[in-house]
Nanobody, 116 residues
Framework: QVQLVESGGGLVQAGGSLRLSCAASGTIFSLNTMAWYRQAPGKQRELVASITSGGITIYADSAKGRFTISRDNAKNTLYLRMNSLKPEDTADYYC??????????WGQGTQVTVSS
């Protein structure tokens, strides 16, 4: 059974930084495309960044230049480094795994609140 557990969220002032982690189990992590999504109150869930098994990354325009997605296959862990945080980055952040056969799994989310 695939499990994804996010951590690292919290309350931070505008301009600050956070690093989110997503620990994966029950899957061959290195083969998966991994991604971070976020959902703000009253809004749809949106892609923040993704990284393929080969390390190719994609970022939402809102994340470019401020966020960095990375993975440590030896630790089965996905990361999202977030710098220069803005109040509009406030959301629940979710980790997503896409397995080679197309199955997808989500974590339970971690809350990020950026105060102005």
């Amino acid at each position: 059974q695939v499990q994804l557990v996010e951590s690292g969220g919290g309350l931070v002032q505008a301009g600050g930084s956070l690093r989110l982690s997503c620990a994966a189990s029950g899957t061959i992590f290195s083969l998966n495309t991994m991604a971070w999504y976020r959902q703000a109150p009253g809004k749809q869930r949106e892609l923040v960044a993704s990284i393929t098994s080969g390390g190719i990354t994609i970022y939402a325009d809102s994340a470019k230049g401020r966020f960095t997605i990375s993975r440590d296959n030896a630790k089965n862990t996905l990361y999202l480094r977030m710098n220069s945080l803005k109040p509009e980055d406030t959301a629940d952040y979710y980790c997503k795994a896409v397995l080679p056969m197309g199955y997808t799994y989500w974590g339970q989310g971690t809350q990020v609140t950026v105060s102005s």
